[in-house]
């Protein structure tokens, strides 16, 4: 299978992993106990003799193994484990690998929640520095010898911002240090982290790969790369077997059956429907975003146009190095922030809410909503305006969407 490509690999996936009954989309189990005929092998799921045995739900069932198995495929990875949300998988992940008195170097212009989250791990004693990590040096700067984790996402949202990815991956190699890269926007079908050295991708998979709007889910994927032979914070316990899954183990361990954020495989079933288009929607979303980025850069109303594959992007050269295409991540600026809620209520096609990578396009006023709480000096240092506008460019007709921001502008 591996000659395939990508859309063939992932729409008979559930076929080549032997569905039961021949079936086509891997079922929704939804069974929260897993009985066996002999209790021996009962103790030896338990004690991890008998590998991909189950147990009980919250660790795991056949459907949300079977979406594991194509995250693990899609981001070229030796394992992942899923959580009811992105979030659910970007919290396991600190809490399960970080330890009072460890410090993280994450990019500034994280997602809100992310930043937020890192607040909170401040108050149980782990401390970040938040950087503009656009520049290695930025980050090199910033590492302390207690520093165990580099934080980044591909493209950042609103403004678009992107690492300096392989650098990054370089300096964390050379440090032993673990590097997580939020794919959440690009999706691995734009982008493999694991081809800039991350240790970890974190893949929420509410956005591009379930990608209608109807599911939450997120994943971490271990890409093999990092050897947590020589990371302090691994329990004995765990320290055992294939030790390129001891990092994995642990946040399984830990972050799921503990902590208890588990998908469901309802919810697992659906982003499995989902992943099956993603090549498609991917695609045209990109598509879509750039002609309307190019037009509203050239419309007199819009002072700037935040978009990777604009040729006057601050790191245009990275986006085409690094990504296939620009995805559906697209922010600009009105001229005069005066007419921001006039011309949002003027647009008739993009639903205003938040969210991402549904199948409508998606707009917002930023500086009033999502970087409300943030407040004017957050907002000042991030370089969010106030008159930028967020869009998430759905599966519209490229012309519809031009003639409603036409009208809307007027
Ligand atoms: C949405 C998002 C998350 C969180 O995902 P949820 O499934 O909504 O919890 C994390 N990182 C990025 C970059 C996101 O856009």
Not at 118 to 136: C, E, F, H, N, P
Not at 211 to 233: E, I, K, M, S
Request: proline letters at 4%.
């Amino acid at each position: 299978m591996s000659d395939y490509g990508f859309t063939t690999r992932t729409v008979h996936a559930a076929q080549d992993a032997g569905a039961e009954h021949g079936a086509v989309h891997m079922p929704i189990h939804t069974s929260v106990q897993y009985g066996f005929q002999k209790v021996e092998d009962l103790i030896g799921v338990f004690q991890g003799r008998i590998k991909g045995g189950f147990n009980y739900a919250r660790q795991g069932t056949p459907t949300t193994a079977a979406l594991e198995a194509l995250i693990t495929r899609m981001e070229g990875g030796v394992g992942s484990v899923s959580f009811a949300t992105g979030m659910a998988a970007i919290t396991a992940t600190f809490l399960t690998l970080l330890r009072a008195g460890d410090h993280v170097v994450s990019s500034k212009f994280v997602f809100g929640n992310t930043n937020s989250l890192l607040g909170t791990l401040a108050d149980l004693g782990i401390q970040s520095t938040k950087v503009d990590t656009g520049s290695v040096a930025h980050v090199e700067a910033a590492l302390q010898p207690n520093t165990r984790l580099v934080f980044v996402e591909t493209i950042s949202n609103p403004g678009t911002r992107i690492p300096d990815l392989a650098a990054i991956g370089q300096l964390c190699r050379e440090r032993g240090i673990v590097y997580v890269v939020d794919n959440t926007v690009t999706s691995p079908y734009l982008f493999q982290p694991k081809s800039v050295g991350a240790s970890l991708v974190i893949n929420a998979l509410t956005k591009s790969i379930a990608g209608h709007g109807d599911a939450l889910g997120g994943t971490v994927t271990d890409t093999g790369l990092f050897d947590w032979q020589g990371y302090p914070n691994i329990f004995a316990s765990y320290r055992s077997g294939d030790a390129r899954q001891w990092g994995l183990t642990q946040i399984r361990k830990k972050g799921l059956r503990d902590m208890g954020g588990a998908l469901s495989s309802d919810h697992a079933h659906r982003i499995l429907v989902g992943a099956e288009t993603l090549e498609l929607r991917c695609d045209r979303t990109s598509a879509t975003a750039l002609a309307l980025a190019r037009w509203l850069q050239a419309h007199p109303a819009v002072a700037q146009v935040h978009y990777p594959m604009l040729e006057n992007h601050p790191q245009h050269a990275a986006a085409r190095r690094y990504f296939k295409s620009g995805s559906w991540l697209l922010s600009f600026e009105l001229a005069d922030p005066q007419r921001l809620v006039p011309v949002i209520d003027k647009l008739r096609l993009p639903v205003s809410a938040t969210g991402l990578a549904d199948t409508r396009s998606l707009i917002i006023p930023v500086a009033p909503t999502i970087f409300w709480e943030a407040g004017a000096a957050v907002r000042a240092d991030m370089g969010i305006a106030d008159g930028m506008i967020r869009l998430s460019v759905g599966l519209e007709d490229e012309r519809d969407l031009i003639a409603d921001f036409e009208q809307a502008l007027a």
